[in-house]
């Protein structure tokens, strides 16, 4: 286990960027990246299981320096299932904590499908299949 001294969550830094003026270009960027972190993770047969902006640190408030934080809900030998649950939770977790930054999780899949390009389209088919029976939980109640 490592120590990461010095930095900021992701929820704030999107906050905080969220004032400037090239906000979408520079959230566009982290997202990408954010992704790259993720298909890392699922690679090597991980899922991470709390997947929000609370639980990705910027290393030194550094958006490069991507670091995922509490692994207490993870499982090793992942199934396609399972990461599209850790998309899903994030997709929605984006989108109920960041206004208007929908568009952030498009960046997260660009970044993901770049560097795993060989699982993304079974997780990106299990991801549709889940937001479906999310929807259909929504309606029905």
Sequence with gaps: MEHIGGGISARHYIEDVRKQKDF?????????????????????????????????????????????????????????????VDLYVLERAINSTHIDSEFLFDNILEGYKEHNLKQYNIVYKKLEEIRLRGRKRDMVG
Excluded: Q, Y
């Design 24 to 84: 979408h270009e520079v959230i566009s960027d982290f997202g990408h990246r954010l992704g790259v972190i993720i298909a890392k993770v699922h690679l090597n047969g991980l899922m991470h299981g709390d997947l929000t902006s609370s639980n990705v640190l910027l290393r030194d408030s550094d958006p490069k320096r991507i670091v995922l934080i509490d692994f207490g809900l993870s499982e090793g030998n992942a199934t396609a299932e399972s990461k599209g």
